[in-house]
């Protein structure tokens, strides 16, 4: 399946506000995206004015693979420890779609010919929604980094944007798999232990404490927005089957009741289209935001931990000194190291305050910009439910 995505479709699909420095020396975007099976090969377009650039305008094509690679390369950069690394885009997941429409084909002898076409048509825009979400998360991800004065510099970032051909990024083999699993397990093991450490700075135990407290809420809250979505996509659903059936009963009935089954047949099919867009905006707007406030509070977290692990080992080359002194053994070799420890850990400080301030800035604008917009269109959606619900009585007390 190809989906080209023109920019009116990208604004429109642009829930997720991350409050980006439109920087005119470097434009990023996915104009055009292509679905195979459980694969999505995406169109990388750059327009520059940088002189580190072969063009002033290219495209490359990537899969979600390349996305990760590049995340992965980020992190692991030494030199980005004190930076929130851009949350990487989550795999494509097309199986809740494909799943409801091989369910529909089991049932499509239990339904109507009409009521069939509409949930089949429900089902192929919700794929096409799913699709273009996508494209979305993994071009707001390149965004991020191209908005970011440091990332934006990056080598392997310029390689990921120029480079003409299949970067052939391959899937993590099972052994890599298990050691980047044992790897997280090592992290949670040291967070616990560095979590004993004094921290020094009230600036940073304040951001650990709201973080952790907030996380937690917007993982609650984001459960709480899906509940609230799928109820609406459920209803929009019971409106084609209530429609039908009113069609249906209509089509038997030679009394004055005719007329009005036919035009509650009508609005209930009004009401599944409104009620279909109620769900999809509430998706955008809402969901998709929490979802990923998630994922990029938890790259914040990880610059804390990064942070928090230059502390203990600062601490730790204190120590290694005064036992040196002490045995009068290998001091230049400690106070050496005791000093690289505090400049990378000055390093990190500095850096992470402007992270974190830049941080719950940018978050307060994705908010408001998202809430303000979810409010606006849930009104709009309100007065055309009482719109087609008023229009409906007075046509039914006219006949």
């Given at each position: 399946?190809?989906?080209?995505?023109?920019?009116?479709?990208?604004?429109?699909?642009?829930?997720?506000?991350?409050?980006?420095?439109?920087?005119?020396?470097?434009?990023?975007?996915?104009?055009?995206?292509?679905?195979?099976?459980?694969?999505?090969?995406?169109?990388?377009h750059t327009k520059t004015t940088l002189s580190s650039f072969q063009k002033p305008e290219f495209s490359v094509p990537r899969q979600h693979e390349d996305f990760i690679w590049l995340h992965d390369t980020l992190v692991e950069t030494e030199d980005y420890a004190g930076l929130i690394i851009p949350p990487a885009p989550p795999k494509p997941d097309f199986e809740s779609p494909r799943e409801k429409m091989h369910k529909l084909g089991e049932g499509e002898a239990t339904m109507t010919k009409e009521e069939y076409t509409k949930m089949k048509q429900e089902l192929e825009a919700e794929y096409l929604a799913v699709f273009k979400k996508t494209v979305q998360v993994h071009e707001v991800f390149l965004q991020r980094v191209s908005s970011h004065?440091?990332?934006?510099?990056?080598?392997?970032?310029?390689?990921?944007?120029?480079?003409?051909?299949?970067?052939?990024?391959?899937?993590?083999?099972?052994?890599?798999?298990?050691?980047?699993?044992?790897?997280?397990?090592?992290?949670?093991?040291?967070?616990?232990?560095?979590?004993?450490?004094?921290?020094?700075?009230?600036?940073?135990?304040?951001?650990?404490?709201?973080?952790?407290?907030?996380?937690?809420?917007?993982?609650?809250?984001?459960?709480?927005?899906?509940?609230?979505?799928?109820?609406?996509?459920?209803?929009?659903?019971?409106?084609?089957?209530?429609?039908?059936?009113?069609?249906?009963?209509?089509?038997?009935?030679?009394?004055?009741?005719?007329?009005?089954?036919?035009?509650?047949?009508?609005?209930?099919?009004?009401?599944?289209?409104?009620?279909?867009?109620?769900?999809?905006?509430?998706?955008?707007?809402?969901?998709?935001?929490?979802?990923?406030?998630?994922?990029?509070?938890?790259?914040?977290?990880?610059?804390?931990?990064?942070?928090?692990?230059?502390?203990?080992?600062?601490?730790?080359?204190?120590?290694?000194?005064?036992?040196?002194?002490?045995?009068?053994?290998?001091?230049?070799?400690?106070?050496?190291?005791?000093?690289?420890?505090?400049?990378?850990?000055?390093?990190?400080?500095?850096?992470?305050?402007?992270?974190?301030?830049?941080?719950?800035?940018?978050?307060?604008?994705?908010?408001?910009?998202?809430?303000?917009?979810?409010?606006?269109?849930?009104?709009?959606?309100?007065?055309?439910?009482?719109?087609?619900?008023?229009?409906?009585?007075?046509?039914?007390?006219?006949?």
């Amino acid at each position: 399946m190809t989906s080209p995505v023109d920019d009116s479709d990208n604004e429109k699909m642009r829930s997720v506000s991350v409050d980006l420095n439109h920087d005119a020396s470097l434009l990023i975007d996915i104009p055009d995206a292509l679905c195979e099976r459980d694969k999505v090969k995406f169109t990388v377009h750059t327009k520059t004015t940088l002189s580190s650039f072969q063009k002033p305008e290219f495209s490359v094509p990537r899969q979600h693979e390349d996305f990760i690679w590049l995340h992965d390369t980020l992190v692991e950069t030494e030199d980005y420890a004190g930076l929130i690394i851009p949350p990487a885009p989550p795999k494509p997941d097309f199986e809740s779609p494909r799943e409801k429409m091989h369910k529909l084909g089991e049932g499509e002898a239990t339904m109507t010919k009409e009521e069939y076409t509409k949930m089949k048509q429900e089902l192929e825009a919700e794929y096409l929604a799913v699709f273009k979400k996508t494209v979305q998360v993994h071009e707001v991800f390149l965004q991020r980094v191209s908005s970011h004065p440091n990332l934006s510099k990056d080598r392997n970032f310029q390689i990921f944007l120029e480079y003409d051909q299949d970067l052939t990024v391959r899937r993590k083999n099972a052994k890599e798999m298990f050691g980047g699993f044992f790897k997280n397990m090592v992290k949670s093991a040291d967070e616990v232990l560095i979590s004993g450490i004094k921290e020094v700075d009230d600036f940073f135990e304040q951001e650990k404490t709201f973080l952790l407290d907030y996380y937690s809420k917007i993982k609650d809250s984001t459960a709480k927005a899906e509940k609230m979505t799928r109820a609406h996509k459920n209803i929009a659903d019971d409106y084609i089957h209530v429609s039908a059936t009113l069609n249906s009963l209509s089509a038997d009935d030679s009394t004055a009741n005719k007329k009005h089954l036919e035009k509650l047949s009508d609005l209930f099919e009004k009401l599944r289209k409104v009620e279909g867009r109620v769900a999809s905006d509430q998706e955008l707007k809402l969901t998709e935001l929490l979802r990923y406030y998630m994922r990029d509070i938890q790259a914040a977290k990880d610059l804390l931990y990064r942070r928090a692990r230059a502390l203990a080992d600062y601490e730790n080359s204190n120590k290694a000194l005064d036992k040196a002194r002490l045995k009068s053994k290998d001091i230049p070799q400690a106070e050496q190291h005791q000093q690289h420890c505090l400049q990378k850990f000055d390093k990190l400080s500095e850096s992470g305050k402007k992270e974190l301030t830049s941080f719950k800035g940018r978050r307060v604008v994705a908010f408001r910009k998202n809430l303000i917009e979810m409010a606006e269109l849930e009104i709009k959606h309100a007065k055309n439910n009482v719109s087609l619900l008023q229009g409906c009585i007075d046509q039914m007390k006219s006949y």
